[in-house]
């Protein structure tokens, strides 16, 4: 089955960037999308289709892909940026979506 | 405004099935697929499938063929997933999940609104 791999943890001071990584085979082919997800919360979109921010989400969060890499990053990080991370991606068919294993931020 | 809201907490035993919904309302239901998307404790998100309300199709998740049913009532606005054959492997939160569209494109990956979450708890 396809798989989308994150680094478990992340760690900066405040305004600092922080770079989270998604690697996967149909990453060159499909696009990566980004969620953000807080405690007792339900999963919240921050970045589509590689690099597109959704309406309310700050410029200081990019997206990026090269090759089989997707990069979320996060430019002078704020406290309230923490929590977890996850990159969603298709596999090259296009029928199965998958969620990576995530990426807890912490910025302290 | 958009709302998903999803029913209840479910203990069920093993072997047994559940079947959960997620009422929408706020928007053209017909018009945006529905996603579920589970989350076991402690671990990340993991999609389940995908229905159009509009015509009823279906696209599942290879994990779940076979045991995984989502269907919907128009009449009522109202998506289900009923998963059978549980197991304590089943025990999570399920999530219903609009995809984003505009008046002509639709965005796979894009779930925009998400429903309050329903808690299976799966044990004998």
């Known amino acids: 089955s396809y798989e989308l791999t994150q680094p478990p943890s992340v760690s900066v001071s405040p305004g600092q960037t922080a770079r989270i990584t998604c690697s996967g085979d149909?990453?060159?082919?499909?696009?990566a999308y980004w969620y953000h997800q807080k405690s007792g919360q339900a999963p919240a979109l921050v970045m589509y289709?590689?690099?597109k921010r959704p309406s309310g989400i700050p410029e200081r969060l990019s997206g990026s892909s090269s090759g089989t890499v997707a990069t979320l990053t996060i430019s002078g990080a704020q406290v309230d940026d923490e929590g977890d991370y996850y990159c969603?991606?298709?596999?090259?068919?296009?029928?199965?979506?998958?969620f990576g294993g995530g990426t807890k931020l912490t910025v302290l | 405004q958009v709302q998903l809201v999803q029913s209840g907490a479910e203990v069920k035993k093993p072997g047994a099935s559940v079947k959960i919904s997620c009422k929408a309302s706020g928007y053209n239901v017909a018009s945006n697929y529905m996603h579920w998307v589970r989350q076991a404790p402690g671990k990340g998100p993991e999609w389940m499938g995908k229905?159009?309300?509009?015509?009823?199709?279906?696209t599942y998740s290879q994990k779940f063929q076979g045991r995984i049913s989502m269907t919907r009532d128009t009449a009522t606005t109202t998506v289900y997933m009923e998963l059978s054959s549980l197991t304590s492997d089943d025990t999570a939160v399920y999530y219903c999940a609009r995809e984003y569209c505009t008046a002509t494109t639709c965005y796979n990956g894009n779930l925009d609104y998400w429903g309050q979450g329903s808690l299976l708890t799966v044990s004998s």
């Open positions: 229905i159009n309300p509009g015509i009823g199709s279906t």
């Open positions: 969603y991606s298709t596999d090259i068919t296009g029928n199965e979506w998958v």
């Open positions: 149909a990453l060159p082919k499909k696009y």
């Open positions: 289709e590689d690099n």
